[in-house]
């Protein structure tokens, strides 16, 4: 391999660091669908990145953007001060969110976006004159970052077990995911999400007082735990019991804004709308780092309402919220969805995605497919004694025939950017294919 940097320093996020220095994977340039490696070798990237490059790499609107507002504003203080950017990209972001959610607090990610959202919903019911409603309740396998508040009302056990449970007061729903009876279900599963649904209500009427809870947060489509969906009418069901009990809903969309399940939101793809919606990644193209929060009108309305006249509403925030350059990607990238239609681009290629992710059933190792949108998940058979070492594998051989994936835990997780064309989705699932015969 061709100039490898010094790699002793760099303690690599979610990497198993001692594998991957020994074995080091290093990307030096990306366009398009497209990474090349340092080694000089094309990729086709069937993640884009991390969920977070919708529009394709290497998008000139955004350099062109992000360069210019270098030159311009470098940054503005956030707090007391701003600069026109701010207000411009929250305006747009707005216009693209679901009606009613049209007041935007900026972060710097994904996983300030949900502390940032669980905040808001504590604060809102002491400003309303509920400080009583002080539960949040999360979901197993749900993944809200990593932060305290997110890996609290997020469920996976392995984030947690090195730090603690992150914050008192939290409980979960179980998760939507059934292999048993859903295996191989094309798009929502169809059975089951009314009585899923109803177990929240279940839960907070036996084991809590209703009253006593703040927020619900879900993923509308759990990404980062290996894609499971939510059965038909669960969403529905969820936001019926969060409104009987006043309890305010989050959807985190971290993953699923942007096009990724072939509209704006998830929430415009099932037709449920939250209190609080929580984004980054796709928001910038991943081209600088931005996560954002958007909570109805009435939510904001009520801290303006009953704050004391003159002093701060939140006492939240980031040196890094709304920065100037990050506002600079978003807008531009906010312009390429408008111009492209990036989530007509995607729904017009899931049924298409869909068929190819499904050809792969029967072959090794594969236990179960799921898909939506431009999503897919191939849960593999784990190798007796080796948890997730037959994705790792998958992944490997992928990558060096080409093809960029994500696996976590024994299950490989496709979301290629919404650019993607339909002989290169034949490619990704026809190497996995590839891959998954060589290694039986
Ligand atoms: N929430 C969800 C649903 C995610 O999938 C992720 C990251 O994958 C996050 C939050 C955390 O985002 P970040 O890594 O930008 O902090």
């Given at each position: 391999m061709s100039d490898l940097p010094n790699l002793d320093h760099y303690w690599l996020p979610f990497t198993a660091n001692r594998q991957f220095k020994s074995m080091p994977r290093l990307f030096q340039a990306a366009k398009?669908?497209?990474?090349?490696t340092i080694d000089d070798r094309r990729l086709l990237d069937g993640t884009a990145g991390l969920w977070c490059v919708a529009a394709g790499h290497g998008r000139e609107e955004i350099a062109v953007s992000v360069a210019n507002q270098l030159r311009t504003l470098d940054y503005a203080p956030a707090f007391q001060n701003s600069h026109p950017l701010a207000f411009e990209a929250a305006e747009r972001l707005a216009q693209y969110m679901p009606p009613g959610l049209d007041r935007i607090f900026f972060t710097g990610s994904g996983s300030e976006s949900a502390d940032t959202a669980l905040k808001i919903a504590l604060a809102y019911h002491r400003v309303t004159g509920n400080p009583l409603r002080n539960k949040l309740v999360g979901r197993e396998r749900g993944?809200?970052?990593v932060n305290f508040g997110g890996i609290a009302v997020g469920g996976i056990a392995g984030n947690r077990k090195a730090f603690g449970n992150g914050l008192?007061?939290?409980d979960h729903i179980r998760h939507t995911l059934d292999i048993g009876r859903n295996a191989f279900t094309r798009g929502l599963p169809q059975d089951g999400g009314i009585a899923l649904a109803n177990e929240f209500e279940q839960r907070i009427t036996t084991l809590h007082d209703p009253a006593t809870i703040a927020a619900l947060i879900v993923e509308p489509m759990q990404g980062s735990a290996g894609v499971l969906l939510p059965p038909v009418g669960y969403l529905k069901r969820l936001r019926e019991i969060c409104d009987k009990h006043g309890i305010l809903l989050i959807f985190d969309e971290v993953i699923t804004g942007f096009g990724r399940l072939g509209t704006k939101f998830a929430s415009d793809y099932f037709g449920v709308v939250p209190d609080i919606i929580t984004c980054a990644k796709a928001l910038t193209n991943g081209a600088v780092p931005m996560g954002a929060v958007a909570v109805k009108r009435d939510i904001y309305d009520a801290f303006m309402a009953n704050s004391p006249a003159g002093g701060?509403?939140?006492?939240h925030g980031y040196t890094y919220s709304a920065h100037p350059v990050a506002c600079a990607a978003a807008l531009a990238t906010l312009d390429i969805f408008a111009t492209e239609k990036l989530e007509d681009r995607a729904a017009g290629l899931s049924t298409h995605f869909e068929q190819v992710a499904h050809s792969l059933k029967g072959l090794p190792f594969v236990k179960d497919i799921r898909n939506l949108g431009l999503v897919a998940g191939i849960e593999l058979e784990s190798i007796p004694g080796k948890p997730g070492a037959a994705a790792f594998a998958t992944y490997l051989k992928c990558y060096e025939m080409g093809v960029l994936v994500r696996y976590t835990g024994d299950i490989l997780a496709i979301s290629p950017p919404l650019t993607i064309e339909k002989d290169e989705i034949d490619r990704?699932?026809?190497?996995?294919?590839?891959a998954l015969t060589t290694l039986a």
């Open positions: 398009g669908n497209y990474y090349t993944y809200h970052g008192a007061g939290v701060i509403e939140l006492p990704i699932f026809s190497t996995i294919g590839e």
